[in-house]
């Protein structure tokens, strides 16, 4: 008997009684409301309160949160276009079709899956909502290869607002073409890869004939499985005249699963920004993108010659550009709590995930993330906490360094900069003493002692020429990522991560 547990997966909102045709002795019963999968017969599951067989099919109740996200942003899309045909290319026993119909609220949804074995559970889990609403049809069930499906939508002009994509391996790759060719324009595809070795940079060679991306190992292989499966979609909407760009973006542990929903629109291949290379120094653990055009002329911080080379691996080319949109995810977060799938009572792991997307989706967060683990064993210290060095991050400010002259004085009294001229003030003092003129110079919590000031004055009255800061920078852009536990997101370089890490022990 099958005994599955959900964490997530709070008691549904939707008034299931009058959405669903009670079939099923259970599906009215109290224990929908329960916050998880007691089954009543083997293979029998609920899912956010919905009662569904799974027979012989492929199915995880580990990608219950892949399927709430698609229901929320399908949710979405119906409450502002006002309309919602969902295909679903691969729906296995039919679990996301019937979600799309009862909780999405989609007016018609076509449940394709290949194997035809499957059809009495598909139509008997869906047959829970009325097929026919007047004279249409509110649901259908096919059985074709995925591609002969899309094309066939295509060829009769038949479009959908949404279609979901839940492959195997990397086969999304295989159907993306055939999807944005039957997807309206503005409307969205919910694409899964499940190709760990490929983001682990093992088998570079099929990443490139996959998603067009020759992949090298790097540290946060499972960051670069989200972006080879953008970059590939990228690619593949641009032959069609469509730009493509991430909602959000979803990596889970168990398969590895990688999920993203993606926006289509006419346009473009970015040119400069977003679609490029990345590259990773083993040295010193640096990365940085590289655009196109400075393919031949790749060189780490850490080395200026090119005969240490060998350190530097690149990947690409990839999505470079924001995992997340997150005006999307927080509309996501909203209507999450209008379900009560968030907040109070709800259980913590889908509003922990959309939270840390939130903040993720910083814009000045660059790709990867850093594994504290890595800065530690650099740095040779403990690894340190992630709240404190998170925290270190943020209260980090850089001031760049010039020769102070009397005319440069006049011109920033001229602009008006009183107060930048009284942090100069400030901090020159102590500035003098550990920089020269140009040095790029970090500064923690100086501002708050006032002490500085008065001497850094009465230096100045004995001399001509001193040493003060031009610019003052805010502190670095750092989140969790949600996909590596013990690891950060943010701008501040390695070396930085380092001497940070060193501080914080004393080092
Ligand atoms: C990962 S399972 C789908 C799980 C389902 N979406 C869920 O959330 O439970 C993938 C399904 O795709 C079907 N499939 C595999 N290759 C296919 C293809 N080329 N065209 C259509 N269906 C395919 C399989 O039979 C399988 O049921």
Known sequence: MLSLYPKTLSPSPFNLTSS??????????????????????????????????????????????????GVLSAALYKQSKGQLRVLDAMCGCGIRSLRYLVESKADFVLANDANESHRRVILDNLAQVERLEGEKKRWVVTHCEANRILTDCYLQRDYFDYIDLDSFGSDSSFFLRAAFSSLKLDGLVYVTSTDGYSSGGHRPFHSLSAFGAYVRPMPYANELGLRILIGGAVREASVLGYRVTPLFSYYSYHGPVFRVLLRMNRGKLPE???????????????????????????????????????????????????????????????????????????GTGLEKLLKRMLEESDPRLPFGYIKLDEVASRAQTNTPSISTIMSSLHKVFYFYVLLYSQAFELQLRRKGCVLLLKTVYC???????????????????????SRNMGMFVSWLKTSNEVTVLFMLQEGYAASRSHIAHNAIKTDCPMAGCIRIAKKIHGC
Request: proline share 5%.
């Open 272 to 346: 400069k920004r977003d679609y490029g290379f990345i590259c990773y120094c083993n040295r010193c653990g640096n990365s940085q993108a590289v655009s196109w055009d400075e393919l031949g002329q790749i060189r780490c911080p850490c080395n200026n010659s090119t005969k240490d080379a060998a350190s530097l691996v690149v990947s690409g080319p990839l999505w470079t550009g924001p995992l997340h949109s997150g005006a999307y995810i927080m509309e996501m977060l909203n209507l999450a709590e209008q379900w009560g799938w968030v907040g109070k009572d709800a």
């Open 427 to 449: 901090l020159a003092e102590y500035l003098i003493q550990y920089t020269q003129a140009g040095d790029f110079l970090q500064v923690e919590e100086i501002l708050n002692d």
């Open 20 to 69: 669903l045709i009670p079939k099923k002795p259970s599906i009215s019963s109290p224990s929908l409301y329960v916050n998880s999968t007691t089954c009543c017969q083997p293979n029998q599951i609920t899912e956010r309160g919905i009662l569904f067989d799974t027979g012989d099919t492929f199915f995880r109740h580990e990608s219950a949160t892949g399927r709430d996200l």
